[in-house]
């Protein structure tokens, strides 16, 4: 069965350091979604992102957050300069439509120090 | 504003007993809801969702827009239901999904 796939499974970065944390979503779905949450806390919804564009977004999904679709495969969540509330887990998802269902991929650990 | 609320952290329940997760929401329109696991380590998944009326696992869960409730229940609880339940709303404009906060079901022997 296909799955979403992230990348890196776990990340260490300092403090004001740029992330990246890539994903591939599953192959014939058209929309992308970026979740986080913070240990102990709820999924929290960032961004989603349908024809190259940023559909909706979060108010956590400041200037600090950007996303982008560099191929036909990949889907990235940049922070630029972390801060320390930035550590949480990262879930990446996709969906053939809004109605559809979302999948989920096995989240990306960003450890900010 | 949309709002998923569970107001459970934690439930305990002993193997073959009923379960029932609670979850209720608020929205103006007509939702969409759901219910997405989490085993130990492993990613979300969907569980079920309201519009498609299935039973998976044993578990079944029914859109009562009078309480404005989608409560996740199973008669008869395994140990491996053990997991987070997470309920989740989509709005009706295909709005992305708004999450609770979890509810931690541990089911023992």
């Known amino acids: 069965e296909p799955e979403v796939t992230q990348t890196p499974s776990h990340q260490v970065t300092q403090m004001g350091q740029e992330v990246i944390l890539r994903c591939v979503p599953i192959?014939?779905?058209?929309?992308f979604y970026w979740y986080r949450q913070i240990l102990g806390q709820k999924v929290e919804f960032l961004v989603s992102?349908?024809?190259?564009?940023?559909?909706?977004k979060s108010e956590i999904f400041d200037d600090q957050f950007s996303v982008e679709r560099p191929d036909g495969s990949n889907f990235t969540l940049k922070i630029r300069s972390t801060k320390l509330e930035d550590s949480a887990m990262y879930f990446c998802?996709?969906?053939?439509?809004?109605?559809?269902?979302?999948?989920f991929g096995e989240g990306s650990w960003l450890t900010v120090v | 504003a949309q709002r998923v609320t569970q107001p459970e952290k934690l439930l305990s329940v002993f193997k073959g007993a009923p379960v029932e997760l609670k979850c209720n929401y608020s929205?103006?329109?007509?939702?969409?809801l759901f219910w997405y696991v989490q085993y130990s380590r492993q990613r979300l998944q969907l569980l079920l969702r309201?519009?498609s009326r299935e039973s998976i696992k044993g578990f079944t869960a029914d859109l009562n827009k009078g309480e404005t409730s989608f409560h996740l229940k199973k008669p008869f609880a395994q140990e491996e239901d053990s997991a987070m339940y997470y309920c989740?709303?989509?709005?009706?404009?295909?709005?992305?999904?708004?999450f609770g906060k979890g509810t931690t079901l541990s089911v023992s022997s």
């Open positions: 998802a996709s969906s053939e439509s809004t109605r559809n269902t979302i999948y």
């Open positions: 192959s014939n779905h058209l929309y």
């Open positions: 992102f349908y024809n190259n564009e940023i559909s909706e």
């Open positions: 929205y103006s329109g007509s939702p969409e």
């Open positions: 309201h519009i």
């Open positions: 989740a709303l989509s709005g009706q404009a295909g709005t992305a999904l708004i």
